[in-house]
């Protein structure tokens, strides 16, 4: 990225003709730029204007009109960037956004890099990075869980977590440098087990913190979900009525589905990244073959596995091997055809499920639903109950943190593992500088989450996969 001088301007609204569109300016001689091409009622000047008012006019570029507007003034410190803001709030066809942003071009900015309005934010201490990621995050929201647990990031729940982490390792490593400065007064006799126990308790936060990841994860990606069964159970049915459009052919012919079909959908706010696989069973058609061996491969990394029974079919070898693949799996089967004549039910399924695994009792035993892909019966019950099997119907983000980002998780990961060489150097009875070492790695890690201690181009390569004029 560029460097952080100048006024810089960018679109901030989408691309599209809408009702409104905002062109944005930030920097140094925002509100003059501002002026030049601004021409309200009474000739009266902006730069005379107190921060943070709305005012109507017109944008013009010398003698043309280009749209009437209303201008928003925000002076530094107290607007997003920490800088002079200016917001033209403009009619939202394509062409006029454009030219009013060429026109704030013509006259004294510069055009915004990908992120840069957030970067600035970042620089001038509006936020920290963590909230920075946040802002990134909460535009890029899939569904509800994802919005939520991004406004709690940008509200800095993060940032206090770590702050109150980082304040007590650097106290206590301060004492020990300034104990081993000046032994004659300050003494560090037994000060290690006091240590273990504060060490402890922090591993112990960072241990919740990265519990948290996997959630975080689904929250933010999307759960991966992958439908599997026998040719002609209803798979591709199911895909369809769950987008609620016609996406994956569907024909009374076995096999049809001969290759995997992504699809993205929110269901109950929870985000679903379903794939919809070849049906499993033994085969000598090369390329159906192909199809199954894919659909195993998916299963294997998914977090949740759709298991769907043809119910007015007897279940067959296929079926053992497949209800082999789900065992310790989270998976619900789904009974499917509930509307014709079937002949499994629940008991059986439980029964077979068990003989096949060994199973001594059904205490693990997945959820299974009866439903029918064809007219919709028991896809109510299917959407409650995957809510409750990933975030057991509590989810929370008043207080609760959710760690939705790879570059916290391995931050925090590096963080525990230095503060474990802490407690394993106190149980061997090392040096106390062998202690300060490790403590100053975790708060390194610690604060790279937040950007206390993070290289200028990591910040840029964060900031620039953000959004034009954000």
Excluded: W
């Amino acid at each position: 990225m560029r460097n952080e001088s100048g006024t810089i301007a960018a679109i901030s609204t989408a691309m599209s003709n809408s009702g409104i569109g905002i062109v944005r300016m930030s920097g140094e001689e925002a509100v003059e730029i501002a002026e030049r091409i601004y021409k309200g009622k009474n000739e009266k000047k902006l730069s005379k204007q107190p921060t943070h008012t709305i005012h109507y006019g017109y944008i013009v570029d010398g003698e043309d009109t280009i749209d009437e507007v209303l201008v928003m003034l925000m002076r530094g410190p107290h607007s997003y960037t920490g800088e002079d803001t200016v917001e033209i709030n403009c009619h939202g066809g394509v062409y006029v956004v454009r030219r009013i942003l060429e026109t704030v071009i013509k006259y004294g900015a510069r055009p915004a890099d990908p992120g840069e309005f957030t970067k600035r934010a970042f620089l001038n201490g509006k936020m920290d990075l963590s909230q920075a990621e946040a802002v990134g995050d909460l535009i890029s929201s899939k569904n509800e869980y994802a919005l939520r647990s991004s406004v709690s990031q940008l509200k800095g729940n993060i940032k206090k977590e770590i702050q109150k982490i980082r304040e007590e390792i650097l106290y206590h490593t301060a004492f020990i440098e300034t104990a081993l400065d000046d032994p004659e007064h300050i003494s560090v006799d037994g000060y290690g087990e006091k240590l273990e126990v504060v060490v402890e308790d922090h591993m112990k936060s960072l241990k919740h913190l990265l519990s948290t990841c996997d959630d975080g994860r689904m929250i933010k990606e999307g759960i991966k979900t992958v439908i599997v069964g026998k040719p002609n159970a209803g798979k591709s049915s199911l895909l369809n009525v769950l987008l609620g459009e016609e996406r994956a052919i569907v024909t009374e012919i076995a096999g049809t589905t001969r290759d995997v079909l992504e699809e993205h959908m929110n269901l109950q706010g929870i985000s679903l990244n379903i794939v919809d696989t070849a049906g499993i069973r033994d085969t000598e058609d090369v390329v159906e073959k192909i199809g199954v061996d894919r659909a195993k491969e998916n299963a294997k990394d998914a977090d949740l596995i759709m298991y769907v029974i043809d119910a007015s079919a007897p279940l067959d070898e296929n079926d053992d091997d497949i209800m082999r693949m789900i065992y310790g799996r989270k998976a619900i089967i789904l009974l499917n055809k509930a509307d014709l004549n079937t002949i499994l039910g629940k008991d059986e399924i439980k029964k077979k499920y068990s003989e096949i695994n060994q199973l001594e009792s059904c205490e693990i035993f997945p959820a299974i639903i009866e439903i029918s892909a064809k007219n919709g019966q028991g896809i109510g019950e299917l959407e409650q109950t995957l809510k409750e099997m990933f975030f057991e119907g509590k989810i929370s983000f008043n207080d609760e943190i959710y760690i939705t980002n790879v570059r916290h998780k391995t931050a925090l990961n590096n963080a525990y593992e230095a503060l474990k060489k802490v407690k394993e150097s106190i149980d061997m009875g090392m040096p106390e500088d062998f202690y300060s070492i490790d403590l100053m790695d975790a708060y390194e890690e610690l604060g790279s989450i937040t950007g206390e201690t993070i290289g200028e181009d990591l910040v840029n390569e964060i900031f620039s996969k953000f959004c034009m004029g954000k």
